[in-house]
């Protein structure tokens, strides 16, 4: 599940069992990424709140398309099909995969693919970019809060996506399930669990 050692679901204790059993009451499944910040339970919780700030000031569908487009250019396989998923709960999934492959060909209205367009700069490299990339912003409609909020979604990726990565997490094996285009279109990084062999390691 990952390159590092984690605490067994079964012997967990403490606070590292109090957050095994919140993830899974929440997801209905123990994530394989709660394994790895479960080790460092005050570092998760300030992730959770960070990451709770910044969805509150931001309609839910646009937090949505920021994170994609940041997961998508972070090659985060995991973020993507996360929050891909949720995302074609709300917009169906061929819309999904056009925004993965080819935004601007997506369908979407021009500020949202304003948020997508500037959440990518940002996973892609902020010291990059230059006023221009906030004026394009600002021209298709989004005020400067609304430019701040994408920067933090596209900001607070960066951090959660390199973690598992640089560790070595796989997304969970339940997302092997999702239909076959949009699971391919998501899956951006390192491959699913169990299309990786890896499903019944521990």
């Known amino acids: ?30 994530p394989n990424y ?5 080790q460092r339970p005050a ?8 990451n709770g700030a910044v969805k509150a000031e931001m309609d839910p569908r646009r937090y949505e398309l920021a994170t994609v487009a940041a997961a998508v250019r972070l090659r985060s396989s995991y973020c993507a099909l996360a929050h891909g998923q949720v995302l074609a709960e709300q917009m169906g999934a061929g819309p999904v995969v056009d925004l993965v492959r080819h935004p ?28 221009a990339d906030v ?36 997304p969970d094996a339940s997302y092997a399930s999702l239909p076959p285009t949009l699971r391919d279109a998501l899956t951006v990084g390192r491959p699913i669990e169990h299309a990786a062999g890896k499903a019944t390691e521990s």
């Open 104 to 131: 601007r060909a997506a369908g979407l209205p021009p500020v949202e693919v304003a948020v997508v367009e500037l959440a990518d700069r940002v996973a892609a490299g902020a010291a990059s970019m230059t006023e």
């Open 135 to 170: 004026e394009r912003a600002r021209a298709a409609g989004l005020s400067d809060s609304d430019v701040l909020d994408v920067v933090l979604v596209a900001s607070a990726r960066l951090f959660f996506s390199s973690v598992l990565d640089a560790v070595g997490v796989l």
């Open 1 to 30: 599940m990952s390159w590092i050692g984690t605490p067994e679901e079964s012997s967990a204790t403490g606070a590292v069992a109090e957050v095994y059993a919140a993830d899974r009451r929440a997801s209905g499944e123990l």
């Open 43 to 50: 570092v998760y919780a300030a992730w959770q709140q960070l």
């Open 34 to 38: 709660s394994r790895v910040f479960a």
